[in-house]
């Protein structure tokens, strides 16, 4: 089937941009290109498979856990809101193909099966990720669940609804941020949970001797940890559920799985067109999010590979916060405009129960692999002036590249006020300071907000000193 011009241009011969993915980074491009040019010079067409638009899937596991009590308190901006800008939003239209050649993009309505061609003069590609699904036994039983998207979130919560009158017990396969957020979650709703993880201790994020505090907090929760253990069969009942996880050193039951062992780049229709894929299988871009050797194709969100500052190198890490700023990118470039994304340091934080974790920029092993030599100083110290009401311990751990004292990362773990001080960090990561340099922050004081000493300076000042006597 060709695409003829007047499919391409329209009968007005107006450009025509079409995205592929409605969330994040693909609604904040059409967003955004909406708003440099109206539908009178570009026509918008989005795809989404799914039900939802612009939506928070960071508030998924405190939605499942019952913080946030309504689903749609998720949803940023809904199909008919963007519908109103002028956008063409196709829900529950999954895009099969994308012929580079012609142009064009295949489409299949997910409910009616119909297909169609869709031409484009300009392209955005934010397809998202996928949770991975280990290759083994029953691991597409009912009742195992990934949880990416709004519709995963749906799926879970309909079957706790299910199994509630049969059984309260919740394994969770893996234990990053989704896994131990998730654990949470369940814990929340009542449930009795496992968390089996290959890893020496959970948030592999951070370093072991970082995380062991979190495996701490996790079990003074009534979660049950079992690291190094890898997950070789889930068992099911006669009709297909879900009854068990197995491990070389035991068998766990299981009324819900919830997998949390990360996700991959969702690059398939990117790799069958011939698009480039970096190492860990994410889409390659330019600093203005175009993909590298096509000037009309965009993309961004947890399906493309990002430029790690610190290290240097590329680097996959799906978060919101990239793809709402690779979507403004975009939309600028796409819309006429003029902008670029530098890339990242890797900043992320979470929680478990009131235990707040935050990281930054490298762990040892990240630089190790970058062939950079380093020491590192870990220290205690209080949320607030010792001896001001409510003040709470907090540990910080730091990286800085011997002989030049160049920051290279830091770990946070602490209750109130631990998790958005990694900010500081974040933002001298980015300017390159050295732990010398950072010792002379001009950091806002007062007791009930800090020590004289701010823990992440304390951290920096016995980093400093570390470098200098070696």
Known sequence: ?????????????????????????????????????????????????????SYSACGIPYWVGGDVTERDELIARTPEEHRARGIDLRLRTEVTAIDLGRQGVHARDVDSGAESWTSYDKLVIATGARPIRPE????????????????DGQELLDTLTRTR????????????????EMA???????????????GSEPMSTLDPDMGRLVHRAMEGLGITMVNDAEVTELLTHEDGRVRAVVTPDGEYPADVVVLGIGVRPETGLAKAAGLPLGAHGGLLTDLAMRVRGHENIWAGGDCVEVLDLVSGQERHIPLGTHANKHGQII??????GYATFPGVVGTAVSKVCDLEIARTGLREKDARRAGLKFETVTIESTSRAGYYPGASP???????????????????VGREGAGKRVDIAAVA????????????????????FSPVWDPVLVAARKAAAKVRNT
């Open 394 to 412: 907090m540990t910080v751990k730091m990286l800085a590249e011997r002989r030049t004292g160049r920051l290279l990362g830091v770990q946070i």
């Open 429 to 448: 990561l980015t300017a390159g300071m050295t732990a010398e340099q950072m010792t002379t922050l001009d950091l806002g004081y007062a007791p009930p």
């Open 136 to 151: 083994m036994p029953g691991a597409d039983a009912e009742g195992v669940h990934g949880v990416q998207t709004l519709d």
């Open 1 to 53: 089937m060709s695409i003829s011009e007047s499919a391409r241009h329209g009968a007005s011969g107006r450009e025509r941009l079409v995205v592929i993915g409605a969330d994040a980074a693909g609604m904040s491009a059409a967003s955004q290109a909406r708003r440099l040019k109206g539908p009178e010079e570009l026509d918008i067409v989005a795809f989404e498979r799914g039900h939802f638009t």
């Open 165 to 180: 009158a049969r059984g309260r017990n919740a394994v969770v396969v893996g234990a990053g941020y989704i896994g131990v």
């Open 184 to 198: 949470e979650a369940l814990i929340n709703r009542g449930y009795l949970v496992t968390v089996v993880n290959r």
């Open 331 to 336: 939309g600028t470039n796409a819309g006429g």
